[in-house]
Each structure stands twice: as structure tokens, then as C-alpha cells.
């Protein structure tokens, strides 16, 4: 079960040795003893984040029955509360103050006037297939990224935590100065947007852009 929730969550190609933590029985143990072995009673320890391999990270929790999250321990137990653990995928490694793996520019995507295809559709992070239809791109976002003065550049970047992929328009500076809602499937995760804060349905959506998993859970 341990390698199937490290092949599910990890940034790293799926059914690589890497993703399911080359299989090591160090990292492996450690996993199962953190998970299992550390039950809700008294004499239960102070649990902590940890990562264990394959660049996943587990996350203490509290779990409601019908599948509300809380990093916090909540202060009544009467909602059936109950500690569990969050995989998802570690911070990405980022070198010196550059961008890390997770933003890549599409601009010349966007601009060019002979795709291959449409819609153009791009693997990020080993996780989600991103989608444009290039044929409906609003000509408000042409115009902004064919302006050199504007310095304006169209990345996929990812939320702040979990890691979803999102857009943005940076001016060369490299700051921030739009976010665009990309659209993607619910993924059960109502109550975990609710952690997380970085989960994004607004009615500005991009209609041209849309991300979904390529993950199986088996």
C-alpha cells in the first residue's frame, strides 16, 4: 500500500524505481512505523512531517468522517476526529534564486501561429497532462504577450502548497502580476482545499486552459 501511495503522489515518471523509493526496506519501514505504529492514545508521540523517498511528503492531519482535514489538533473530539496522514508531493529543490522545475514558459506556445496540433497539450511535473486550445486564446492575451515593452511572459507555475499547476503573466522582472484560473477536475478534494487555500474554481477561469491527473490509484 506504501508503494502504491509513493507511485500515486511522487513528481518523479511513473513506474520509475525512483518513484516507489527504489523500494528500499529503510525508507520503506520508516513510512509504516511513522504510520501505523504511532496510534491515538495517550502514550502516543508528537507527530511530525517527515519524507521518506521518491519526493513525497507525509503531513500529520486530523480527519473527520466525512473527510474534512485539519492540520490542527481540533479542540472538541466530539466530531469523531481522528489523526491521520497527508502524502503529497515535497517542495520542489530550487537552484539559488532561480526558477524551480515547476514553471515553464509557453509563451512562444501561445504565439505561434502553426501549432502541430490544437489543442497543444504538455506533462508537467510527471503528474497532470496541462491542455490549450490554442484556437480560442483570447486576442486581450495575444496582444499583451506580442507588446515587447510590456515584457509580459505567460509560465505554468504551481499553487503555493500541493503543488497544482496554475498560470500567470510575469513581466521580465520576474514578478508576478496576473494569475489565471486553470480550470481542472474536482479530484475529491473539496475538504482538502479547505488546508490548503490553493485551490482555485473562480469564474475568471481560462475557458482555453485546462490541467487534468494522470495518475491511477491501483
Do not use: Q
Given at each position: 500500500m506504501v508503494i502504491q501511495i509513493l507511485r500515486f503522489?511522487?513528481?518523479?515518471?511513473?513506474?520509475?524505481?525512483?518513484?516507489?523509493?527504489?523500494?528500499?526496506?529503510?525508507?520503506?519501514?520508516?513510512?509504516?512505523?511513522?504510520?501505523?505504529?504511532?496510534v491515538s492514545d495517550d502514550t502516543s508521540k508528537e507527530r511530525s512531517a517527515f519524507s521518506a523517498g521518491s519526493h513525497v511528503l507525509w503531513?500529520?492531519?486530523?480527519?473527520?468522517?466525512d473527510g474534512l482535514l485539519k492540520h490542527a489538533k481540533p479542540v472538541s473530539g466530539t466530531d469523531g476526529?481522528?489523526?491521520?496522514?497527508?502524502?503529497?508531493?515535497?517542495?520542489?529543490?530550487r537552484d539559488g534564486n532561480g526558477p524551480s522545475g515547476l514553471e515553464i514558459d509557453i509563451t512562444s506556445l501561445i504565439l505561434d501561429k502553426k501549432p502541430p496540433v490544437d489543442p497543444v497539450e504538455i506533462l508537467y511535473d510527471n503528474r497532470f497532462v496541462l491542455s490549450f486550445k490554442l484556437h480560442a486564446v483570447p486576442d486581450e492575451v495575444f496582444e499583451r504577450l506580442r507588446t515587447s515593452s510590456s515584457g509580459h511572459r505567460l509560465v505554468v507555475t504551481s499553487t503555493v502548497k500541493y503543488f497544482l499547476p496554475r498560470l500567470v503573466f510575469r513581466l521580465s522582472s520576474g514578478d508576478g502580476v496576473e494569475a489565471i484560473s486553470m480550470p481542472g477536475p474536482s479530484l475529491g478534494v473539496g475538504s482538502v482545499a479547505a488546508v490548503s487555500g490553493g485551490y482555485d474554481h473562480s469564474s475568471g477561469a481560462a475557458s482555453w486552459a485546462s490541467w487534468r491527473l494522470v495518475r491511477a490509484f491501483e
Open positions: 503522489v511522487s513528481p518523479h515518471p511513473w513506474g520509475s524505481r525512483t518513484a516507489e523509493g527504489f523500494r528500499k526496506s529503510a525508507g520503506l519501514d520508516r513510512i509504516v512505523t511513522s504510520l501505523f505504529d504511532n503531513t500529520p492531519v486530523y480527519v473527520r468522517p476526529w481522528t489523526e491521520g496522514w497527508l502524502a503529497s508531493r515535497s517542495p520542489p529543490y
